[in-house]
Nanobody
Framework: VQLVESGGDLVQPGGSLRLSCAASGFSFSNYPMGWARQVPGKGLEWVSGIYSDFNTYYPDSVKGRFTISRDNAKNTVYLQMNDLKPEDTGVYYC??????????????WGQGTQVTVSS
């Protein structure tokens, strides 16, 4: 199993980024997928999830700013992030989505990509 994220960068407040995650080694279309982030000094938190039926989940902190999507033909999941804020800074991970728990020991995880929002 492999999940490879890309797209992290340094961006100014109010800017946008699009993260991508290429998956291999498992039946991608059958799995809920998600993006989690680890903010300095805080634990992991889910910032989005997308189910096999394309229903989505967002916490209030990103609702209206982040959009998750998936392309099952390409085994890829995306996270479009708009109106970025300094508090969005962190390492963003692609993972199989398990809404009841967010932990590296549960499911499949990528290596992470750094997003820094700063002027």
């Amino acid at each position: 199993v492999q999940l490879v994220e890309s797209g992290g960068d340094l961006v100014q407040p109010g800017g946008s980024l699009r993260l991508s995650c290429a998956a291999s080694g498992f039946s991608f279309s059958n799995y809920p997928m998600g993006w989690a982030r680890q903010v300095p000094g805080k634990g992991l938190e889910w910032v989005s999830g997308i189910y096999s039926d394309f229903n989505t989940y967002y916490p209030d902190s990103v609702k209206g700013r982040f959009t998750i999507s998936r392309d099952n033909a390409k085994n890829t999941v995306y996270l479009q992030m708009n109106d970025l804020k300094p508090e969005d800074t962190g390492v963003y991970y692609c993972a199989t989505f398990t809404p009841a728990v967010v932990a590296f020991a549960v499911g499949y995880w990528g290596q992470g990509t750094q997003v820094t929002v700063s002027s």
